[in-house]
T-cell receptor
Framework: GESVGLHLPTLSVQEGDNSIINCAYS??????FIWYKQESGKGPQFIID?????DKRQGQRVTVLLNKTVKHLSLQIAATQPGDSAVYFC????????????FGTGTQLKVEL | NAGVTQTPKFQVLKTGQSMTLQCAQD?????MSWYRQDPGMGLRLIHY???????DQGEVPNGYNVSRSTTEDFPLRLLSAAPSQTSVYFC?????????????FGSGTRLTVV
């Protein structure tokens, strides 16, 4: 479906706390789910991905959880830092259809000192 | 290693003008895509390519043309610019070799149509 509106959901956290950003996806045929970070004036930057046959994957300070039953994806950021302030997007990748990447609505993460 | 390079970074067009947004990647990636991003929204797919000579439409293709004559380049042409095409345009590339399917994005072209 289309995203409507000019205001992104916002998550405000204190520096040092953990952040959890959630995303609902729509295509059960997607092969990978990817989280991107976008800072102001820049292009999206790859953070971490998870294959559809997994339910958890960890990276450096980040963990992605996938719940296929309810079509839900989450990104957990440990010990959130000021440099983590950005817009975070989840995206679905369908490799069978030309590697098409479909983005969800983003979440603005604000880290308060 | 430059990654994905987009030019120009900024452009102002008058309604009805045409122009080409350039995109080049030096990673030998098979897949390339163009997205547009409107204020406060996610990225929407305009056109994509799975290799040289092969292109297809994405979610919002109207008013845009693409071609892919080489692996490296994937230009996006606006045929007759309209104010509704005011947006930030991102080019991206990816490869399915190895396990990294994640796209690499350029820094964007901010286009204003007046």
């Amino acid at each position: 479906g289309e995203s409507v509106g000019l205001h992104l959901p916002t998550l405000s956290v204190q520096e040092g706390d953990n952040s959890i950003i959630n995303c609902a996806y729509s295509n059960s045929a997607s092969d990978y789910f990817i989280w991107y970070k976008q800072e102001s004036g820049k292009g999206p930057q790859f953070i971490i991905d998870i294959r559809s046959n997994m339910d958890k994957r960890q990276g450096q300070r980040v963990t992605v959880l996938l719940n296929k039953t309810v079509k839900h994806l989450s990104l957990q950021i440990a010990a959130t830092q000021p440099g983590d302030s950005a817009v975070y997007f989840c995206a679905e990748l369908f490799t069978g259809g030309g590697n098409k990447l479909t983005f969800g609505t983003g979440t603005q993460l604000k880290v308060e000192l | 290693n430059a990654g994905v390079t987009q030019t120009p970074k900024f452009q102002v067009l008058k309604t009805g003008q045409s122009m080409t947004l350039q995109c080049a990647q030096d990673m030998n990636h098979e897949y390339m895509s163009w997205y547009r991003q409107d204020p406060g929204m996610g990225l929407r797919l305009i056109h994509y390519s799975v290799g040289a000579g092969i292109t297809d439409q994405g979610e919002v293709p109207n008013g845009y043309n693409v071609s892919r004559s080489t692996t490296e380049d994937f230009p996006l042409r606006l045929l007759s610019a309209a104010p509704s095409q005011t947006s930030v345009y991102f080019c991206a590339s990816s490869s399915t070799t190895g396990r990294d399917y994640g796209y690499t994005f350029g820094s964007g072209t901010r286009l204003t149509v007046v």
